[in-house]
């Protein structure tokens, strides 16, 4: 008779950007496959509790150490509890984390993950804390590719870790360190399995994903992300490729000609500019000037007309004056931006720009943010409008939760769809007329 294995059950909160929730998913996935453990979405009833941090926004910390508060009570009343923080916060924090919560078993990085299954044992059998928070490895990916899924049919690919650039602004490259690119023969072979999950839209990550590179050995021959684009439109069944996020930097001639060759690359690019005026920008470091931003996306319009535009803006950036915002505004209305994620500007402890003098108060930050937020929405439902009436491909994903029997799709150019249908959709692409359009975000449809 086989033993029966008693697995302990993990439960794992996520907070931050796609690579965080793509970490999670491994994580989950590693973790499994031990068949040591299950996932409970109940973090009273589990064994293991993970948090998996971001430390891009203001007050991480004391967002992390918030949740650790409350999971110290559950620890208080099953005392074997085993607690473990991972992410951009415990590689920046490290071993501080547990000077201010003792009760915390384990603190691992963003590239060490894959070690989690050892270091929950090693915490069995210690006092202390069990840490390993170094960087550049890309061995988490050996099993990144979850054999079990169902019903899914997009997907994300880290193709490349890390930046290069820092930003005045930015904690990526002490956080997740250098750019380190996995093999594309690695990058290759998992979409490939992908694919044959039932996988149709590949979504590539990287915290600068359009650096992506590998030397050959033997020639020292370039391969770029261009060209890795080609090799994964080739790949039967994936039919969509996206990619998130890219640094206009980066942004070279050759990509811009894969939209031409590539149908699979969808009409949709999100691509931040951060600021409308080339003052900030130089202050934050970003490389490049507004009118080379906008040059490289009217060559992207040129062969793609229709494509929609998405982006990221800091507001309130330390030495922003109301021209500066003006001009932010009126490149916002000059790009006709679809979308974009908009944030106050939050100091990171170790980045060149907290040192930097800012003099804006709160408040006209807030009314700054406000004010770009509520142009943005407006563009964005002008472009909404537009899509009334006519056809688009769309990719079943799934039921709607509140009404089983209609179906949900996503556009080419990233945009949600409900309509009426039966499940035996869901996994294909099938044509759509929209036929109605919500003020905030989504679209009604029917089946041409």
Same mark, same amino acid.
């Given at each position: 008779?086989?033993?029966k294995i008693n697995k302990k059950k993990i439960y794992i909160k996520t907070w931050g950007c796609q690579?965080?929730?793509?970490?999670?998913?491994?994580?989950?996935?590693?973790?499994?496959?031990?068949?040591?453990?299950?996932?409970?979405?109940?973090?009273?009833?589990?064994?293991?509790?993970?948090?998996?941090?971001?430390?891009?926004?203001?007050?991480?910390?004391?967002?992390?150490?918030?949740?650790?508060?409350?999971?110290?009570?559950?620890?208080?009343?099953?005392?074997?509890?085993?607690?473990?923080?991972?992410?951009?916060?415990?590689?920046?924090?490290?071993?501080?984390?547990?000077?201010?919560?003792?009760?915390?078993?384990?603190?691992?990085?963003?590239?060490?993950?894959?070690?989690?299954?050892?270091?929950?044992?090693?915490?069995?059998?210690?006092?202390?804390?069990?840490?390993? #928070?170094?960087?550049?490895?890309?061995?988490?990916?050996?099993?990144?590719?979850?054999?079990?899924?169902?019903?899914?049919?997009?997907?994300?690919?880290?193709?490349?870790?890390?930046?290069?650039?820092?930003?005045?602004?930015?904690? #990526?490259?002490?956080?997740?360190?250098?750019?380190?690119?996995?093999?594309?023969?690695? #990058?290759?072979?998992?979409?490939?399995?992908l694919s044959n999950l039932g996988v149709r839209e590949v979504i590539l990550l990287g915290q600068n994903?359009?650096?992506?590179?590998?030397?050959?050995?033997?020639?020292?021959?370039?391969?770029?992300?261009?060209?890795?684009?080609?090799?994964?439109?080739?790949?039967?069944?994936?039919?969509?490729?996206?990619?998130?996020?890219?640094?206009?930097?980066?942004?070279?001639?050759?990509?811009?000609?894969?939209?031409?060759?590539?149908?699979?690359?969808?009409?949709?690019?999100?691509?931040?500019?951060?600021?409308?005026?080339?003052?900030?920008?130089?202050?934050?470091?970003?490389?490049?000037?507004?009118?080379?931003?906008?040059?490289?996306?009217?060559?992207?319009?040129?062969?793609?007309?229709?494509?929609?535009?998405?982006?990221?803006?800091?507001?309130?950036?330390?030495?922003?004056?109301?021209?500066?915002?003006?001009?932010?505004?009126?490149?916002?209305?000059?790009?006709?931006?679809?979308?974009?994620?908009?944030?106050?500007?939050?100091?990171?402890?170790?980045?060149?720009?907290?040192?930097?003098?800012?003099?804006?108060?709160?408040?006209?930050?807030?009314?700054?943010?406000?004010?770009?937020?509520?142009?943005?929405?407006?563009?964005?439902?002008?472009?909404?409008?537009?899509?009334?009436?006519?056809?688009?491909? #769309?990719?079943?994903?799934?039921?709607?939760?509140?009404?089983?029997?209609?179906?949900?799709?996503?556009?080419?150019?990233?945009?949600?769809?409900?309509?009426?249908?039966?499940?035996?959709?869901?996994?294909?692409?099938?044509?759509?007329?929209?036929?109605?359009?919500?003020?905030?975000?989504?679209?009604?449809?029917?089946?041409?």
């Amino acid at each position: 008779m086989n033993k029966k294995i008693n697995k302990k059950k993990i439960y794992i909160k996520t907070w931050g950007c796609q690579m965080n929730e793509h970490d999670s998913s491994i994580i989950e996935n590693i973790l499994i496959k031990t068949k040591n453990y299950v996932v409970t979405k109940n973090p009273e009833k589990s064994d293991i509790l993970i948090l998996n941090t971001c430390s891009i926004r203001e007050k991480a910390q004391e967002k992390l150490f918030h949740q650790l508060g409350r999971w110290k009570k559950f620890k208080e009343k099953k005392p074997n509890i085993r607690i473990a923080v991972g992410g951009c916060v415990a590689t920046q924090e490290g071993k501080k984390i547990h000077k201010r919560a003792k009760f915390v078993n384990i603190i691992f990085g963003p590239q060490t993950l894959h070690k989690l299954p050892e270091l929950i044992h090693q915490s069995y059998y210690t006092e202390n804390l069990v840490i390993d #928070v170094t960087t550049s490895s890309l061995k988490k990916f050996k099993n990144s590719v979850n054999t079990h899924i169902t019903q899914k049919f997009t997907s994300f690919v880290t193709i490349m870790e890390g930046c290069n650039k820092y930003c005045s602004f930015c904690i #990526v490259p002490y956080s997740r360190g250098k750019e380190i690119s996995r093999p594309r023969k690695h #990058v290759l072979s998992e979409i490939k399995k992908l694919s044959n999950l039932g996988v149709r839209e590949v979504i590539l990550l990287g915290q600068n994903v359009n650096a992506y590179k590998i030397y050959n050995s033997i020639n020292k021959k370039k391969y770029n992300f261009s060209d890795l684009l080609y090799e994964i439109s080739k790949i039967p069944k994936i039919n969509r490729i996206r990619y998130i996020t890219s640094h206009p930097m980066e942004f070279s001639n050759d990509i811009i000609q894969a939209y031409k060759y590539i149908p699979q690359l969808t009409n949709f690019l999100h691509l931040p500019v951060q600021s409308g005026s080339n003052k900030i920008l130089r202050l934050m470091k970003r490389g490049y000037t507004i009118e080379e931003y906008e040059d490289l996306i009217n060559k992207l319009k040129f062969i793609r007309p229709n494509i929609s535009i998405s982006s990221d803006f800091i507001v309130g950036f330390p030495g922003e004056t109301h021209q500066d915002f003006k001009k932010t505004l009126q490149f916002i209305s000059k790009i006709n931006f679809d979308t974009s994620y908009s944030f106050i500007y939050s100091p990171r402890p170790g980045t060149r720009a907290a040192k930097l003098t800012d003099n804006t108060t709160i408040e006209e930050k807030k009314n700054r943010l406000y004010l770009l937020q509520k142009k943005i929405i407006q563009q964005s439902f002008q472009w909404r409008r537009r899509m009334l009436g006519t056809i688009q491909l #769309v990719l079943v994903e799934g039921s709607a939760k509140n009404n089983p029997k209609e179906l949900y799709g996503r556009t080419e150019n990233n945009r949600i769809i409900y309509f009426t249908g039966k499940s035996e959709l869901i996994g294909q692409f099938i044509q759509l007329k929209v036929i109605n359009i919500n003020y905030n975000t989504y679209l009604k449809g029917t089946i041409i």
